[in-house]
């Protein structure tokens, strides 16, 4: 194995010695999933936890660092954990931030008065961990790294530094650094006003780093035009550098993706992103699929073809086209660019995978001086297994995994109900809604299941009203799940005629409902069946499927080969569950012990499945509870490619 990089820190304590073990064991466990399933993104992740196998050191460095680096590598190994629900790829995850993250919430080696915007970038790690386990080190991290940015300098204009020793200057890297975190911060702890911060820090770094002619943009600006590589009259450095544009294009999907819908700043960031795509795409080498490390002097002597920008902006075309902001053109060029990554940079090399072609760093400035030259560009290493370009590539290779797929939610919208299901806890001295939400990544929540949809390319909405043909409309999907009794909610919302009636039609037209109940007592069933019966359907007030403690094989149901749902899934999981009687035109697709446990309807131009459980929710698909041999998660991949390609097309 060709590995240039490698982590040389020793680790001598007991405790960080017995977590090694447990995680080499865990790896060790799945070698051989791996080894039969494995793709590009699983490979070269393989590769870096192989590397850095507990905390995060470079070349010559012995100590561990708070490195943005690491960050990029997480951030793809995060996307791999959500689409397969392999919880490996989480417990990595975990691991390595939680060398860094103390119990207190500070967090070693990270210094806010250094204001480097390269520091936030971990953030959006410890807003996962955060947002998945609810743990309080993890809350404490990321509001220290956000008040970084309430102090951090900035230019005239409000634009963040790049860093502390760096005044008046903005890089394109910076964007990524900082935005995307910063951005998620807003929408988890609902600090809206950042939006207007981070939509100014786009627009502002596109209107004094791009080329008017040729839509490009460069590496930085220097507001004080004082840096030897600034242009006196614009400010910005002398050349376009790949992998800077594309730190900023993932900057541009990664931040959007967590805009709320309707925000202005959305229209903003699109407009941006299609300007963005436009001008890389057109510097696409024809013949190779990806890009040269400056891309706009392809024939100059020296120059080379590089793999992290490649990746970079690869990304950033499939994952744009993905979320709907730009034209399903663009995926074109992504699927040319991935070709041309495999063939050109990713090796599997003595059984490991590797990828070669990544330019170590450039910058400008500092000491020595960087001037921004060509020659400085390419006097910089050229490195096999740098993890910016690992961590770049192993996430276009996730988002082209996605495409390959097959994205069927593409201009398709899932809606799912918070009325009927309308459940709220206190947080930090708030009431914040949880149970069964898009937004919920503990345990109870349907994250996973809004994350497989998006994977799609459908969007994912909630509705907060009572279900009428205005409200609907717009829908293709609608999910309702575990209406609420009295012990749930002071003053729940319950099923009428009305709204079962618009629900139906809405089906008739076309529409895909998905039921999810719950066992008798923990859901309002008599009510709720006012809608299910208009499908030939009835929730049982009964209780079946019981599981003492962590027995999981008293929840086992087996699917059966023939199954017109689950197509490739043999064994689920399914806790405490309600039965279903039907009549046409309902028909059981999953029976257990001569109990109807799901079932399917048509209805018109739509469909409607059923079952007496919330089943799908995050406990149960996101792989860090279930044992393997459990395939919920493939369930649930198959339940939402079934419901986006059923009803009206």
Excluded: C
């Excluded at 590769?47 to 196998?53: K, S, V």
């Excluded at 919430?105 to 204001?115: A, C």
Aim: charged letters at 20%; glycine letters at 10%.
């Amino acid at each position: 194995m060709i590995i240039t990089i490698a982590n040389k820190r020793t680790v001598n304590t007991s405790k960080h010695l017995a977590k090694l073990m447990a995680l080499a064991g865990a790896l060790a466990l799945g070698s051989a999933v791996f080894a039969q399933q494995e793709t590009p993104a699983a490979g070269l992740a393989q590769t870096a936890m192989r590397i850095w196998p507990d905390s995060f050191a470079m070349g010559a460095q012995s100590q561990a660092r708070w490195s943005y680096d690491q960050g990029v590598i997480l951030k793809g190994v995060e996307g791999l954990w959500k689409q397969t629900g392999d919880v490996r790829w989480f417990n990595y995850l975990q691991h390595s931030m939680d060398f860094f993250v103390q119990e207190d919430g500070t967090i070693k080696g990270y210094r806010p008065d250094e204001y480097n915007i390269d520091h936030i970038n971990n953030g959006k790690a410890v807003l996962l961990l955060y947002r998945v386990t609810g743990k309080e080190k993890y809350r404490k991290a990321a509001m220290l790294l956000r008040n970084q940015l309430r102090t951090h300098p900035r230019t005239a204009e409000g634009g963040f530094w790049h860093k502390n020793i760096y005044p008046n200057q903005m890089w394109l890297d910076g964007l990524y650094m900082g935005q995307p975190f910063y951005a998620e911060y807003a929408k988890v702890f609902g600090e809206d006003t950042i939006f207007n911060d981070v939509t100014r820090q786009f627009a502002l770094m596109e209107r004094r780093s791009r080329d008017p002619k040729t839509g490009l943009l460069y590496h930085g600006y220097d507001e004080s035009r004082q840096q030897k590589w600034a242009d006196p009259a614009t400010g910005r450095s002398p050349h376009v550098w790949g992998r800077a544009l594309g730190w900023y294009g993932m900057a541009l999907v990664d931040a959007l993706e967590q805009y709320p819908a309707g925000n202005p700043g959305v229209d903003t960031l699109t407009g941006i992103l299609n300007r963005f795509a436009a001008s890389i795409t057109s510097l696409q080498d024809k013949a190779s699929g990806v890009w040269y490390d400056i891309p706009a002097l392809p024939k100059e002597k020296g120059n080379y073809l590089e793999a992290s920008a490649s990746s970079m902006l690869i990304y950033t075309l499939a994952k744009g086209v993905r979320l709907g902001y730009l034209p399903a053109k663009y995926l074109a060029n992504a699927k040319t660019g991935y070709a041309g990554l495999l063939q050109q940079f990713y090796k599997v090399e003595g059984g490991n995978a590797n990828l070669h072609g990544t330019v170590s760093v450039s910058g400008l400035g500092g000491k020595p001086y960087r001037d921004g030259s060509f020659a400085y560009y390419m006097s910089e290493k050229v490195i096999v297994n740098d993890p910016k370009g690992m961590g770049a590539f192993i996430q276009a290779a996730n988002e082209m995994d996605l495409v390959k797929n097959g994205l069927v939610g593409m201009g398709k919208t899932v809606l799912l109900d918070r009325f009927f299901n309308n459940e709220y806890r206190a947080e930090f001295g708030e009431q914040k809604r949880f149970h069964y939400t898009w937004e919920d990544m503990t345990h109870s929540g349907f994250a996973t299941m809004g994350s497989l949809f998006r994977d799609r390319g459908a969007k994912t909405l909630s509705l907060d009203a009572a279900p009428t043909a205005a409200n609907l409309k717009g829908a293709n999907v609608y999910i309702i799940v575990d209406a609420d009794t009295e012990k749930e909610s002071a003053k729940p919302n319950f099923m009428t005629e009305e709204s079962a009636r618009n629900i139906a039609e809405w089906v008739k037209g076309g529409g895909v409902l998905l039921l999810f109940a719950n066992d008798k007592g923990n859901a309002e069933l008599a009510k709720f069946n006012t809608l299910a019966s208009k499908f030939g359907i009835r929730f049982n007030e009964d209780n079946h499927n019981m599981v003492k403690n962590d027995q999981f094989e008293q929840g086992a149901v087996a699917i059966e080969a023939t199954n017109p749902v689950f197509k490739g899934v043999q064994k689920v999981y399914v806790k405490e569950l309600a039965s279903l009687a039907l009549s046409a035109p309902a028909q059981a697709i999953v029976k257990k012990d001569g109990l109807n446990v799901m079932a399917t309807a048509k209805y018109g131009k739509g469909m409607v499945f059923a079952i007496g459980d919330p089943w799908l929710y995050n406990e149960y698909v996101d792989g860090r509870k279930l044992p393997a041999d459990f395939q919920n998660h493939e369930a649930a991949r198959a339940l939402v490619q079934w419901a986006l390609t059923q009803g009206k097309k």
